[in-house]
């Protein structure tokens, strides 16, 4: 379980995250939600102790992420932050096999290269997994970031946009083999994602979050409601569903929203255009 | 499925027993031509049709211990760049251009100042500790950079840095008529290494095994602050340890032979570029790349002008900055 109690991040004046409390059960998938600067990537990096809290305790499966050794947590927990810059030349298979780190300190047994070569077939490198980092697109470093987090196999996984830069085939993947990691490993797996109809397919509890506070917690059914995105997100989105799930779409405004804007739109103008061409359609 | 198969042979070469046989072999070469290369006649025949007491005397006190002293300071210059450059996450950073090297000799005036009696290893622990200092304001400075700083900050930094320091070292040194003894010591020079006077180099190997040692959590560090914290590692205590490590290094061998620029900016780039920053998989090539890199410059530094001996460090100076100006023409350097 996952406790955060009264948590605040300062920078300056400025509250990032604001006496957040959040009990996450062992298992399934967490998404949270928000707008940008609503404080979910600094509350997912003090859950993984990469950041400090000003206010209130952290603790991870039982250990308080504060004062617990770094070695210890890191079998527990692993984190995976949204840009990862790293200069060094490295491969894929050298940069996975860092995922065993912390618990072989560098010397690899059998069973590490099991689950280095494990991790690289989930994320589907296999082909490249002897090509160094910097000859790499945005997107297969991404995976090969991931496959290391894999391969530290902790009961907790925390990742930062980890469809960062990923086309849709492998955004796909790695979903799935995140709610594998979740359903047939049991882990516990937490993300911070910004389209929320991924959160609403994949996820089994959302977190939205606004200016540093947790609006709500819940099923993909309880939060992505029309009244609750335009809470969260500060935009109108109609409410559809695919295959049982809620899918909020938000590509173009909603048809309230885009009535006002036709009022100001200049005809031939991008936004007079599709409204147009939306009222052509329900037409 | 082949792929993955046929793709590694190229990099694992440089794992092949036969290349590191190959390379040491090569290394191993140069060494003996090291030995019979000088003024007093000594060659490989002489070796098996017995020696006169003079050459055994030339041998033994100045030509093996000059050939074990280029061995070992070029493979740890070479070794301290490559650390550097993997903890400050920067490629154009090495000792001598971030005031490690100056800093040192900040050090080895202050003793010849105050306490000139004083035994080599009390300067030696005295440079050390300077040098330190020195590596500890740099990163102090470079940490202020703003994050999204261009790449040749962080070098440019150093090079002021250094500057200022050897501006106050040439005045406090001219002031006090040790000019030439400063310029002396800075410039990289085997000639003066005899046996009793070189020993201490042996330090060298120490501080290498200990890199060895440690290499994983070097490569882990050089990931960055976030990804070696949530991989379990001690960040700032490794880094710490990492360049206290460079700073003793460079301040062993400034107080033994001097400064040899370039060795540990141009080998580092040259085997990352080769077989990438994986510690563990490229520092013995790294020391054999330095050591041989050294060993040609003292070669050149001993027959260029035959019989007269030319500073090490010029030769490294000169031969290394084409090597440097190549890679940077080449592109093959991080441009951000």
Known sequence: MIKVSGVTKRYGKSVVVDGVSLELASGGI????????????TLLSMIARLLGS?????????????????????????????????PSRITVHDLVSFGRFPHNGGRMSAHDREVIDQAIEWMDLTALRDRFLDEMSGGQRQRAFVAMVLAQDTRYLLLDEPLNNLDVAHSQGMLMTLRRAADELGKTVVIVVHDINYASCWADQIVAMKDGRVVEVGTPHQIVRAELLRDVFDVDMEIGECAGCPIAYFYMPAMGAANEMRAVATAGSKVGAFTAAQQRRSA | MTTAATAPTKRRAADQPASWVGGLVALLVLAVVSLFVGVQDLSVRDLFSGLSEGQQLVLMVSRIPRTVAVLLAGASLAMAGLLMQLLVRNRYVEPSTVGT??????????????????????????????ALLGTWLFIRI???????????????????????????????????????????????????????????????????????????????ASLGKDMATGLGLNYKQTVNLGLALVAVASGI?????????????????????????????????????????????DLLARTINFPYEVPVGTISGVLGGVVFLFLLLSGRMPTR
């Open chain 1, 54 to 86: 000003d206010a209130g305790t952290i603790s991870v499966g039982g250990l308080d992420v504060t004062n617990t050794d770094s070695r210890e947590l890191a079998r527990e927990l692993a984190i995976l932050r949204q840009s990862n810059d790293v």
């Open chain 2, 142 to 220: 470079i940490r202020s950079l703003p994050p999204k700083a261009p790449v040749v900050a962080v070098p440019l930094v150093g090079i002021m840095l250094s500057g200022v320091i050897a501006a106050g070292t040439t005045y406090v040194a001219y002031a006090n008529d040790l000019l030439q003894a400063l310029n002396t010591w800075m410039a990289g020079d085997f000639a003066g290494v005899l046996a009793g006077r070189y020993e201490l180099l042996w330090l060298l190997a120490v501080v290498g095994a200990v890199v060895w040692v440690f290499a994983d959590r070097f490569t882990v």
């Open chain 1, 30 to 41: 967490t998404a949270i939600v928000g707008a940008n600067g609503a404080g979910k990537s």
């Open chain 2, 253 to 297: 061998t400034l107080v033994v032979v001097g400064a040899i620029p370039f060795v540990g900016l141009i080998v580092p780039n040259l085997i990352s570029m080769w077989l990438g920053d994986n510690l563990r998989r490229n520092i013995g090539w790294s020391a054999l790349f330095g050591a041989g890199f050294v060993l040609v410059c």
């Open chain 2, 101 to 130: 090297t100056e800093s040192a000799s900040v050090g080895v005036l202050v003793m010849t100042l105050f306490f000139p009696g004083s035994p080599v290893p009390v300067k030696m622990l005295v440079a050390v500790v300077t």
